[in-house]
């Protein structure tokens, strides 16, 4: 019972975003909290992902009432993650709220539990409970989720699967609430707005979406990526490639030097989320190491191969409309062509079955606030 703080008075909330996926799933959070009479909403941009973050924030209207611009070019984990604590513990002493909440598995999110933990604050993880159980798979995404889920009052988990992660790691089933994903409310609320890429593309083409820009594909593993679309590419005239690069050097520079100047590759900065919604759409086949990706495709119809060897999602995968391939030129041939060349194949993935929600989740997750809060 944390209400002996509050006193009758508005509930003051500090909402954390620091990447784009974070913005994007933290939007409808805020957009519902902020609706609320009982609560006072502050939004903190950390920006860890400057430029990406800004895109998603003019897309939902959302104004940051203090901003960090923490990042900086080619930025080291540990620096990252000083500066973070740093900054973020001046915030907590100025602002002192009542309650704090961030999302998903990015060191912003990590070191927003650790200063909470320090100041005695209540920190509510969204989409907490995501595991692979290989601290170097993803790295460091599962080792930023096993800290936060340590160290949460809420865990706000999409899945039952989520949720017996944490049963498992010992957390109390009374702190566990499984709310939906809030990635689905945000892709309900823009997908059925009329949205254009803004990127010309052959429409006579089966556009085939690419997005890859995890760390612990740097190297070869994802030369081999870059290897097999530019193969699809020659294979499929009738396919059209469309990469918008995220631009982490250790990404742009090979995908510029492997895959530019190929008459049926597009290759672009990353897109606004409303246009890469659109792009979504469009397209006949995704190929992705994203986990935004991997639970919005699949609500629009669109089969995903994901260029991991593990997934913290796999409500997907056991549903049959997402399959892992990893990092592997002839694992990502394979499949596509399985899917580019076999109707059946292809429809047994596109069947628009989403495990991850209805589009419930923030309003979910306000009323267990206000309910912690009032009890």
């Given amino acids: 019972m944390i209400n002996n703080h509050f006193n009758n008075k508005k509930i003051k909330i500090i909402c954390v975003i620091g990447t784009r996926p974070e913005a994007i799933k933290m939007a409808p959070v805020i957009l519902t909290l902020q609706k609320k009479p009982w609560a006072e909403v502050r939004i903190l941009a950390t920006a860890q992902h400057r430029h990406m973050l800004d895109q998603v924030l003019a897309?939902?209207?959302?104004?940051?009432?203090?901003?960090?611009?923490?990042?900086?070019?080619?930025?080291?984990?540990?620096?990252?993650?000083a500066r973070l604590l740093l900054n973020l513990d001046d915030v907590l002493r100025a602002e002192n709220p009542n309650i704090v909440l961030a999302q998903g598995d990015t060191t912003t999110v990590m070191t927003v539990a650790l200063a909470c933990f320090y100041h005695h604050i209540p920190f509510g993880h969204v989409e907490a409970g995501l595991r692979t159980g290989d601290m170097q798979n993803p790295f460091p995404e599962e080792m930023n989720r096993t800290i936060a889920g340590r160290l949460s009052r809420w865990h706000f988990a999409p899945t039952q699967s989520s949720r017996l992660n944490l049963l498992r790691e010992g957390i109390l089933d009374s702190d566990i609430y499984v709310t939906g994903n809030?990635?689905?409310?945000?892709?309900?609320?823009?997908?059925?707005?009329?949205?254009?890429?803004?990127?010309?593309?052959?429409?006579?083409?089966?556009?085939?979406?690419?997005?890859?820009?995890?760390?612990?594909?740097?190297?070869?593993?994802?030369?081999?990526?870059?290897?097999?679309?530019?193969?699809?590419?020659?294979?499929?005239?009738?396919?059209?490639?469309?990469?918008?690069?995220?631009?982490?050097?250790?990404?742009?520079?090979?995908?510029?030097?492997?895959?530019?100047?190929?008459?049926?590759?597009?290759?672009?900065?990353?897109?606004?989320?409303?246009?890469?919604?659109?792009?979504?759409?469009?397209?006949?086949?995704?190929?992705?190491?994203?986990?935004?990706?991997?639970?919005?495709?699949?609500?629009?119809?669109?089969?995903?191969?994901?260029?991991?060897?593990?997934?913290?999602?796999?409500?997907?995968?056991?549903?049959?409309?997402?399959?892992?391939?990893?990092?592997?030129?002839?694992?990502?041939?394979?499949?596509?062509?399985?899917?580019?060349?076999?109707?059946?194949?292809?429809?047994?993935?596109?069947?628009?079955?989403?495990?991850?929600?209805?589009?419930?989740a923030s309003e979910r997750i306000a009323a267990i606030l206000q309910k912690a809060v009032v009890e």
């Fill in 59 to 81: 897309a939902f209207a959302i104004k940051p009432d203090i901003d960090l611009d923490i990042m900086r070019p080619n930025q080291a984990l540990i620096a990252l993650t």
């Fill in 182 to 360: 809030t990635v689905i409310d945000a892709l309900m609320t823009v997908a059925k707005r009329d949205l254009s890429i803004g990127i010309e593309m052959d429409p006579s083409k089966r556009m085939i979406l690419v997005t890859a820009h995890r760390r612990e594909n740097f190297g070869e593993p994802f030369l081999q990526v870059c290897r097999a679309i530019r193969s699809l590419a020659d294979t499929y005239t009738d396919v059209e490639i469309l990469y918008p690069v995220h631009p982490n050097p250790n990404v742009a520079e090979v995908a510029y030097s492997q895959l530019a100047n190929h008459p049926r590759i597009r290759l672009c900065p990353p897109l606004d989320y409303l246009p890469f919604v659109a792009a979504m759409k469009r397209a006949y086949l995704i190929l992705s190491d994203s986990g935004g990706v991997q639970e919005e495709a699949p609500a629009l119809g669109k089969p995903v191969l994901v260029l991991r060897r593990e997934t913290e999602r796999p409500e997907a995968v056991t549903e049959g409309v997402v399959k892992l391939v990893g990092p592997d030129y002839d694992a990502i041939m394979s499949e596509s062509k399985r899917l580019l060349d076999d109707e059946k194949c292809y429809a047994a993935m596109a069947r628009g079955v989403s495990p991850y929600g209805d589009g419930r």
